[in-house]
């Protein structure tokens, strides 16, 4: 059994004088059985116990004890400095406030629309290390940055029992798809906290193999609305429909929805019935996408659907170009141990240019948008887009203040 550094530096102390001490022969058997317990190399092993709690004498009152484990580490040059960091914070706010991970795989593309556009100023030296610098060291430096920023939602979906046997079940592990095109799509409510009445929703459209997320806000979570969100949406695609994944609300599990797969030549399939993982893939993008850009409060005015989809036309456009992900390649259980393991991080327009099965009519057509986009722009049309809405929602809810106060009076003077 190995022992440990702790009790390798007690079994160190209390053999070095008695090895110092002994002659020759001792010696080798006290370092055979030190080397055998400590597994050192012998060199080493001898070196330390000649070393270790040696006194050295300066002068004729000071005595000097030698500690070998106590190692004198000397400063480094500081390479990633305060020059480095307040850049970098920079990029970090335009980006979405990335991981370190997703963070250094976008930073090269990232760097350079910034710079073509004049939105950053750097010179060469802190350009180079902003684009060599690892994961670590980016959450290292943003550690600070991130206590600065330091709700759950409720699910919506009523079951569609109508056609549900003609719909056949697909689970999260038949999801294999080699190829774009096959699509989980998903509901997202607006009710902030009261279900009565209408209230907005957004249709979430999330491509398994590239990752691209689309998303439509609606008025209510009437078939005809989200039929419509979802024709939309498919011709934003830069790829062909191949196939639709739904939970069994039914808002998707309905004739209308039904005939028009059948037409279109689409396949249709749905999740089991209170079995969220089924979706994983479109659930992810509910929060990440969705919540994170809009939040959970109430919208069910035309005005804020309205708002809603201005947000939702600059945020396709941010998350999908600019916004890397990482994929889930394999998983592996080992006891209570679940060790994960997922590609590199790329954007979805990125995986877009990489398939193979997309035309390259379809890739020059992104890849043209791609170089029209300044991202800090896009950046600030969303926070400028989300401050209108949080401006909207202060002013319905102070309002409905005035009115309950108004109410109260009058109950008092009666």
Same mark, same amino acid.
């Given at each position: 059994?190995?022992?440990?550094?702790?009790?390798?530096?007690?079994?160190?102390?209390?053999?070095?004088?008695?090895?110092?001490?002994?002659?020759?022969?001792?010696?080798?058997?006290?370092?055979?059985?030190? *080397?055998?317990?400590?597994?050192?190399?012998?060199?080493?092993?001898?070196?330390?116990?000649?070393?270790?709690?040696?006194?050295?004498?300066?002068?004729?009152?000071?005595?000097?004890?030698?500690?070998?484990?106590? $190692?004198?580490?000397?400063?480094?040059?500081?390479?990633? #400095?305060?020059?480095?960091?307040?850049?970098?914070?920079?990029?970090?706010?335009?980006?979405?406030?990335?991981?370190?991970?997703?963070?250094?795989?976008?930073?090269?593309?990232?760097?350079?629309?910034?710079?073509?556009?004049?939105?950053?100023?750097?010179?060469?030296?802190?350009?180079?290390?902003?684009?060599?610098?690892?994961?670590?060291?980016?959450?290292?430096?943003?550690?600070?940055?991130?206590?600065?920023?330091?709700?759950?939602?409720?699910?919506?979906?009523?079951?569609?029992?109508?056609?549900?046997?003609?719909?056949?079940?697909?689970?999260?592990?038949?999801?294999?798809?080699?190829?774009?095109?096959?699509?989980?799509?998903?509901?997202?409510?607006?009710?902030?906290?009261?279900?009565?009445? #209408?209230?907005?929703?957004?249709?979430?459209?999330?491509?398994?193999?590239?990752?691209?997320?689309? *998303?439509?806000?609606?008025?209510?979570?009437?078939?005809?609305?989200?039929?419509?969100?979802?024709?939309?949406?498919?011709?934003?695609?830069?790829?062909?429909?191949?196939?639709? #994944?739904?939970?069994?609300?039914?808002?998707?599990?309905? %004739?209308?929805?039904?005939?028009?797969?059948?037409?279109?030549?689409?396949?249709?399939?749905?999740?089991?019935?209170?079995?969220?993982?089924?979706?994983?893939?479109?659930?992810?993008?509910?929060?990440?996408?969705?919540?994170?850009?809009?939040?959970?409060?109430?919208?069910?005015?035309?005005?804020?659907? #309205?708002?809603?989809?201005?947000?939702?036309?600059?945020?396709?456009?941010?998350?999908?170009?600019?916004?890397?992900?990482?994929?889930?390649?394999?998983?592996?259980?080992?006891?209570?141990?679940?060790?994960?393991?997922?590609?590199?991080?790329? *954007?979805?327009?990125?995986?877009?240019?990489?398939?193979?099965?997309?035309?390259?009519?379809?890739?020059?057509?992104?890849?043209?948008?791609?170089?029209?986009?300044?991202?800090?722009?896009? $950046?600030?049309?969303?926070?400028?887009?989300?401050?209108?809405?949080?401006?909207?929602?202060?002013?319905?809810?102070?309002?409905?203040? %005035?009115?309950?106060?108004?109410?109260?009076?009058?109950?008092?003077?009666?």
């Amino acid at each position: 059994m190995r022992l440990t550094m702790k009790e390798r530096k007690a079994v160190t102390k209390g053999l070095a004088g008695q090895y110092r001490r002994s002659k020759k022969g001792a010696k080798k058997g006290l370092l055979d059985s030190f *080397t055998e317990s400590t597994t050192y190399n012998r060199h080493y092993a001898a070196w330390l116990l000649r070393q270790h709690d040696r006194k050295v004498f300066v002068g004729r009152q000071t005595v000097l004890r030698a500690d070998l484990h106590n $190692k004198v580490c000397f400063p480094r040059e500081l390479i990633y #400095d305060e020059a480095v960091k307040v850049p970098l914070i920079e990029v970090w706010e335009v980006m979405d406030y990335l991981c370190g991970k997703r963070l250094v795989a976008a930073m090269p593309e990232a760097l350079t629309n910034l710079m073509r556009h004049g939105r950053i100023q750097i010179d060469s030296d802190i350009e180079e290390k902003l684009r060599r610098i690892s994961a670590s060291t980016i959450d290292r430096l943003l550690l600070k940055e991130r206590e600065k920023y330091v709700l759950k939602g409720r699910s919506h979906t009523k079951p569609g029992t109508l056609l549900k046997h003609q719909i056949p079940i697909r689970t999260f592990s038949d999801w294999n798809e080699k190829q774009p095109g096959f699509v989980e799509i998903d509901l997202v409510g607006h009710d902030g906290g009261d279900v009565s009445g #209408d209230f907005g929703f957004t249709l979430d459209v999330t491509d398994v193999y590239t990752t691209w997320t689309e *998303t439509e806000a609606v008025r209510n979570k009437a078939q005809v609305w989200v039929f419509e969100a979802m024709v939309q949406i498919r011709e934003r695609l830069p790829f062909a429909l191949m196939g639709i #994944d739904s939970d069994n609300g039914s808002e998707f599990i309905n %004739a209308h929805f039904l005939r028009y797969c059948q037409a279109e030549k689409i396949t249709f399939t749905r999740g089991r019935a209170y079995k969220k993982n089924d979706g994983c893939y479109v659930e992810q993008k509910n929060y990440s996408v969705v919540r994170r850009a809009v939040g959970y409060a109430r919208y069910d005015t035309e005005e804020e659907i #309205d708002l809603l989809n201005a947000l939702y036309s600059h945020l396709r456009l941010y998350t999908n170009y600019f916004q890397p992900t990482m994929k889930l390649i394999e998983k592996v259980r080992t006891g209570a141990r679940v060790k994960k393991r997922y590609d590199r991080p790329k *954007t979805p327009y990125q995986r877009v240019l990489d398939c193979l099965d997309i035309s390259s009519e379809r890739k020059e057509a992104v890849r043209e948008i791609y170089q029209s986009l300044d991202l800090a722009q896009l $950046k600030h049309e969303i926070e400028r887009l989300q401050k209108a809405l949080e401006k909207l929602v202060t002013a319905k809810r102070q309002e409905r203040e %005035a009115k309950k106060g108004v109410c109260s009076l009058g109950k008092i003077r009666r």
